[in-house]
């Protein structure tokens, strides 16, 4: 089974910057179109950066310009910088597959921007 393991979440202040990790066992990251979602208390989750099998990236208008999708392929990780953080980021962070049934979500990584 799919195992999703998160770090890199914390609190920051606005204007800072964090780096998540999210490290898949059991699957090969790179054959997958792959997401980054957010879900912040009481909304729904949703995608904020999405990368293809073919590296072509996309992003929400909230955060486009700030946040970078990238893969890092030896250790079998999908990455997100955060830069410019505002409160507004301020959620649960996870990362999933795109298309098909999804794996177990996992737990997460909270991501707090507060002065």
């Known amino acids: 089974q799919v195992q999703l393991v998160y770090s890199g979440g914390g609190l920051v202040q606005p204007g800072g910057s964090l780096t998540l990790s999210c490290a898949a066992s059991g699957t090969n990251f790179s054959t997958y179109a792959m997401a980054w979602y957010r879900q912040a208390p009481g909304q729904q989750r949703d995608a904020v950066a999405t990368?293809?099998?073919?590296?072509?990236?996309n992003y929400s208008a909230s955060v486009k310009g700030r946040f970078t999708i990238s893969r890092d392929t030896a250790k079998n990780r999908l990455i997100l910088q955060m830069n410019n953080l505002k409160p507004e980021d301020t959620a649960v962070y996870y990362c999933n597959k795109i298309l098909g049934a999804q794996w177990p979500w996992g737990q997460g990584t909270q991501v707090t921007v507060s002065a």
């Open positions: 990368i293809t099998s073919g590296e072509k990236e």
